[in-house]
């Protein structure tokens, strides 16, 4: 059997939705005096028992409506999100493009935000050096890389933000709606690198709602509802099922 | 068990080091690259509030203390560090919000590299004091100056601990921000900043020196101001203090940092 590259066993989620954010402060005051949880909060179950792995090289894709927990799931396995129940293993360095801006500071350079996030994602300074030129001529953002990010377009922002995390090699990347942001001739490149990325044994994981893109790039799919996988098989079954619902 | 995990802990942002540094070149370059003056800025601040208080210290309200000027300098810098710190903690973690999201890594990283950044200038500040002192005061390098560097370490330890338990409260109360600057604008008249600790009466020493703050500066004013070693008593006294505010606080700010990603 090959080796999994993300399992995830068992793995819940819950958050406490907060009615009143400015005020937790004084609720906490009320939990505290009153020994209860104050009426403020309550719970709610993003993810619950979820089950899955995914073999080393595997390409695979989430799909689903909005809210049914798939960017949930990703920042549970990308580590951001500790599991409130179950267990996430992971074996190689692990990539993430889960939002749009990917974690870029607005008042910072292309270059200054791409050391910081390499640093952030365990690099050295010689090899984001040596990635450097590759991020650079991947992103084709010329000159504005010496730009502060605020003034990037989306465009650009999801172009350096996706050239970052594919050209530090990762064993598996994560990417939640990457390749919609950007035009025609950034996804194609896009789907081009990815294909080479899944040829040299990467694993991936990503979130769509371009089901075109999803059968193109991925093996199996997962489609997810209300914080749970309703199905989990080939991608073009996955597909067919999930459109025939939608 | 607290042991292994600290050690653990320690470790973690040791492999991130890279990171840290990458963090405390981009504070560093923010910060002078976008005013024309950079570094004059940064000092100015400081040696106008300073020029103030002596000023007035020596002419208005005269607080018997000989060169003043050269008292106030001794401590005041290290005060400043130390209120810049904190004020700069109830944002830091907010202001990394978006990569905190994107990126697992030890968040206390972020606090870490804005406190060496502030602690590169403030060390430009005490070596130019400890400079200006030698000069127009001692007229030689005293002896005791040797000890200053432990001191500023010592410093750096408290300051962190005092700074953990400070941004993990703004993550979830952004009351914290509204509080803070009451708390160092109390703290500014309870530590000896303008006047000297041996001012205090008898009766209330000992609390008042429980304030950690109050004894660091106390040490900055007997090796750069006086030129004198303080005791060893005095040495421990401080270390334990920085010390243990450090791991107890950072032990806190352990367990509750993995929530920070879910409400930043």
Redesign the interface.
């Given at each position: 059997m090959e080796h999994a590259a993300v399992r995830c066993a068992a793995v819940s989620k819950r958050f406490r939705i907060y009615e009143q954010r400015a005020t937790s402060l004084r609720e906490t005051f009320i939990r505290i005096l009153l020994r209860k949880q104050a009426l403020l909060t309550r719970p709610y179950f993003a993810l619950s028992d979820i089950d899955f792995s995914v073999r080393q090289g595997e390409a695979v894709a989430l799909i689903g409506t909005n809210g049914s927990g798939k960017s949930t799931i990703l920042r549970v396995i990308a580590g951001i999100y500790p599991p409130s129940g179950g267990a996430v293993q992971l074996s190689g360095r692990l990539a993430a493009v889960l939002e749009l801006g990917a974690g870029f500071h607005p008042d910072l350079t292309g270059t200054e935000n791409v050391a910081i996030y390499g640093a952030a994602l365990g690099l050295t300074r010689r090899e984001i050096r040596a990635r450097f030129d590759d991020i650079l001529d991947f992103a084709d953002i010329g000159e504005f890389i010496g730009t502060p990010v605020k003034y990037y377009s989306s465009g650009m922002v999801a172009r350096l933000a996706f050239a970052v995390a594919i050209c530090v090699e990762p064993d598996i990347l994560l990417l939640d709606e990457v390749l919609s942001v950007g035009d025609e001739t950034f996804r194609d490149r896009c789907i081009e690198r990815l294909r080479l990325f899944h040829q040299r044994g990467g694993t991936m994981l990503l979130v769509s709602h371009d089901l075109e893109t999803v059968r193109e790039m991925c093996t199996r799919a997962i489609w997810m509802s209300q914080g749970g996988v309703r199905m989990d098989g080939e991608v073009n079954e996955v597909a067919d099922a999930y459109l025939a619902l939608a | 068990m607290i042991g292994a995990q600290m050690i653990g802990s320690l470790r973690s942002v040791y492999?991130?080091r890279?990171?840290l540094?990458?963090?405390v070149l981009?504070n560093l370059?923010?910060k002078y690259q976008s005013s024309l003056l950079g570094f004059f800025w940064t000092m100015l601040n400081p040696i106008l509030t300073a020029s103030v208080l002596i000023v007035v210290f020596t002419n208005v309200v005269k607080i018997q203390i000989p060169n003043y000027w050269a008292f106030l300098m001794s401590g005041y810098f290290a005060w400043n560090f130390m209120a810049q710190c904190l004020n700069a903690a109830t944002y830091t973690l907010g202001?990394?919000g978006?990569?905190?999201?994107?990126?697992?890594?030890p968040q206390e990283v972020l606090i870490i590299s804005t406190t060496i950044s502030r602690l590169i200038e403030f060390t430009v500040e005490l070596l130019l004091t400890m400079i200006v002192l030698a000069v127009a005061l001692h007229g030689r390098v005293p002896p005791s100056y040797a000890a200053v560097p432990l001191l500023v370490v010592l410093q750096f330890i408290l300051c962190l601990g005092l700074q953990l338990p400070v941004a993990a409260l703004s993550v979830?109360?952004?009351?914290v921000q509204h509080a803070l600057p009451i708390a160092i604008a109390t703290l500014f008249y309870v530590s000896p900043v303008f006047y000297a600790a041996d001012f205090v009466p008898d009766w209330m020493h000992e609390v008042y020196l429980l304030n950690p703050i109050a004894r660091l500066l106390t040490l900055y004013h007997e090796t750069i101001y006086k030129g004198m070693l303080p005791s060893v008593e005095e040495w421990g006294a401080a270390a334990a203090f920085s010390l243990l505010t450090f791991l107890v606080t950072y032990s806190i700010f352990n367990r509750y940092k993995?929530?920070f990603?879910?409400v930043l």
């Open positions: - | 492999r991130y890279e990171l540094w990458a963090l981009r370059k923010v202001e990394h978006p990569l905190a999201r994107s990126i697992a890594f979830f109360f952004k009351d993995h929530l990603a879910e």
